[in-house]
Nanobody, 115 residues
């Protein structure tokens, strides 16, 4: 069974930083691409960062240069370092696993950026 558990969300002032973590099922983690998505108030969920099993990354234009995704295969954990946060980054952030059998999402963690 695929299990993704996010942590690290919270309230931060604009310009601040947060680091999100996602603990993934060991059976799936090292072989698959992982990512982070978010869903802001009244908006559709969007994928903001993705990392392959080999460590290649890509980002949505809205977060490029501010967010960094990384993974630790020994700990079955993927991270999202978020710097220079803006109020428009306020959203529920979800960890994602991209498997051949489909995409899997965690329960999410709230990030709120105050102006």
């Amino acid at each position: 069974q695929v299990r993704l558990v996010e942590s690290g969300g919270g309230l931060v002032q604009a310009g601040g930083s947060l680091r999100l973590s996602c603990a993934a099922s060991g059976s799936i983690f090292s072989r698959n691409a992982m990512g982070w998505g978010r869903q802001g108030p009244g908006k559709q969920r969007e994928l903001v960062a993705r990392i392959t099993s080999g460590g290649s990354t890509n980002y949505a234009d809205s977060v490029k240069g501010r967010f960094t995704i990384s993974r630790d295969n020994n700990k079955n954990t993927v991270y999202l370092q978020m710097n220079s946060l803006k109020p428009e980054d306020t959203a529920v952030y979800y960890c994602a696993g991209f498997l051949l059998s489909g995409d899997y999402w965690g329960q999410g963690t709230q990030v709120t950026v105050s102006s």
